[in-house]
């Protein structure tokens, strides 16, 4: 027996034509093994979200370049250079951060 929300969303799909991508079908295919989270769980998933949402301000010294650099990057991103920063940041320390030179090797490597 599906949900209720789920029954819903089916129908709003319906309704207005557009289909469902493969996430939102597997939801509605796994909708009644749906099972509510006990309030410990819930609580410490929130705490989990809220800790990962937390921010700090710091205070850095970077180059007069380097900085000028990042605003023009930023603006040709359409972002602030604040947050180019944080980004860059956090691609580095989560392993996400690639140099390009060592892309383009590889992508020529894989070429042959």
Not at 33 to 46: A, C, G, H, Q
Not at 70 to 95: C, D, F, M, N, W
């Amino acid at each position: 027996m599906k949900t209720k929300l789920a029954s819903q969303q089916n129908q709003a799909n319906k309704s207005n034509g557009s289909p469902l991508d493969k996430f939102e079908q597997s939801i509605e295919d796994n909708a009644e093994k749906f099972v509510p989270l006990s309030d410990k769980e819930k609580n410490e998933v929130e705490s989990i979200i809220n800790m990962a949402n937390k921010t700090k301000n710091i205070n850095i010294r970077i180059s007069a370049y380097d900085i000028e650099k990042v605003k023009q990057r930023s603006a040709e991103e359409g972002i602030p250079y604040q947050t180019l920063i944080s980004s860059i940041i956090h691609k580095y320390i989560s392993g996400k951060l690639v140099n390009e030179g060592d892309v383009l090797k590889s992508m020529e490597l894989l070429r042959r």
